[in-house]
């Protein structure tokens, strides 16, 4: 499950510096107010089940994944099924406040082992991949001097990229109103000790791109 507390306004004001021009779509799917009031409710009800609109066994198929996944069912941080942060509960010095954002994880246990998270990250300004930066590297195992390439690249809503580095997590830029949006999905196996998780690659890079035409909020 990731970690949002993470994400700290000095961790991610470290990328701003870095400038980031991306092309995006027509039509918007995600509403970056929606996101947050759906963030809000996550935080206040955690046990609800993911608010994003995903279809994963679906997307699985489509991007001809084996295996079917199920919402995670455990309550600790490690293993509940929805994970959420806003900016209308986030301390001023946080970096949620700062960019007026939301983040919201959903996590899935895969049948073959492992489970995958796809986390939905929007901002009302700049980019949203400044405030998900921090748990990009960390998931991607992105080195420090390969971040800056991962963060500036110009980015097309509906075309997914893996990080560099095995491609251990993408990204897909979603379209949106409002502000800025960004879909990131990883796998992590059943082993904390394993390197990585069950989907790497060009699989991961097809499944997150199915999983962003889903995307509802």
Same mark, same amino acid.
């Given at each position: 499950?990731?970690?949002?507390?993470?994400?700290?306004?000095?961790? #991610?004001?470290?990328?701003?510096?870095?400038?980031?021009?991306?092309?995006?779509?027509?039509?918007?799917?995600?509403?970056?107010?929606?996101?947050?009031?759906?963030? +809000?409710?996550? #935080?206040?009800?955690?046990?609800?089940?993911?608010?994003?609109?995903?279809?994963?066994? !679906?997307?699985?198929?489509?991007?001809?994944?084996?295996?079917?996944?199920?919402? !995670?069912?455990?309550? +600790?941080?490690?293993?509940? !099924?929805?994970?959420?942060?806003?900016?209308?509960?986030?301390?001023?010095?946080?970096?949620?406040?700062?960019?007026?954002?939301?983040?919201? @994880?959903?996590?899935?246990?895969?049948?073959?082992?492992?489970?995958?998270?796809?986390?939905?990250?929007?901002?009302?300004?700049?980019?949203?991949?400044?405030?998900?930066?921090?748990?990009?590297?960390?998931?991607?195992?992105?080195?420090?001097?390969?971040? @800056?390439?991962?963060?500036?690249?110009?980015?097309?809503?509906?075309?997914?990229?893996? @990080?560099?580095?095995?491609?251990?997590?993408?990204?897909?830029?979603?379209?949106?109103?409002?502000?800025?949006?960004?879909?990131?999905?990883?796998?992590?196996?059943?082993?904390?000790?394993?390197?990585?998780?069950?989907? #790497?690659?060009?699989?991961?890079?097809?499944?997150?791109?199915?999983?962003?035409?889903?995307?509802?909020?």
């Amino acid at each position: 499950m990731k970690t949002h507390g993470g994400v700290t306004g000095t961790t #991610v004001l470290t990328v701003l510096s870095i400038a980031l021009t991306a092309c995006g779509g027509s039509d918007s799917k995600v509403s970056i107010d929606k996101l947050q009031k759906a963030a +809000d409710a996550a #935080v206040a009800a955690p046990a609800n089940p993911c608010p994003l609109g995903f279809d994963v066994n !679906a997307a699985l198929k489509k991007a001809k994944v084996a295996g079917t996944a199920t919402p !995670a069912k455990g309550t +600790d941080s490690g293993a509940k !099924a929805v994970d959420a942060d806003s900016a209308t509960s986030a301390s001023a010095d946080s970096a949620f406040k700062q960019f007026g954002g939301a983040m919201i @994880t959903c996590t899935y246990s895969l049948s073959g082992g492992g489970s995958l998270e796809a986390t939905v990250t929007g901002v009302q300004h700049p980019k949203a991949i400044n405030l998900l930066a921090p748990l990009l590297q960390r998931d991607g195992h992105i080195a420090s001097s390969d971040l @800056t390439t991962v963060i500036t690249q110009k980015l097309t809503a509906g075309k997914a990229v893996l @990080t560099p580095g095995g491609g251990l997590a993408a990204i897909d830029k979603l379209d949106a109103s409002g502000g800025d949006a960004i879909l990131e999905v990883t796998t992590t196996a059943d082993d904390p000790q394993t390197h990585h998780g069950p989907l #790497v690659g060009e699989p991961l890079r097809e499944l997150t791109e199915t999983l962003g035409k889903q995307v509802r909020v």
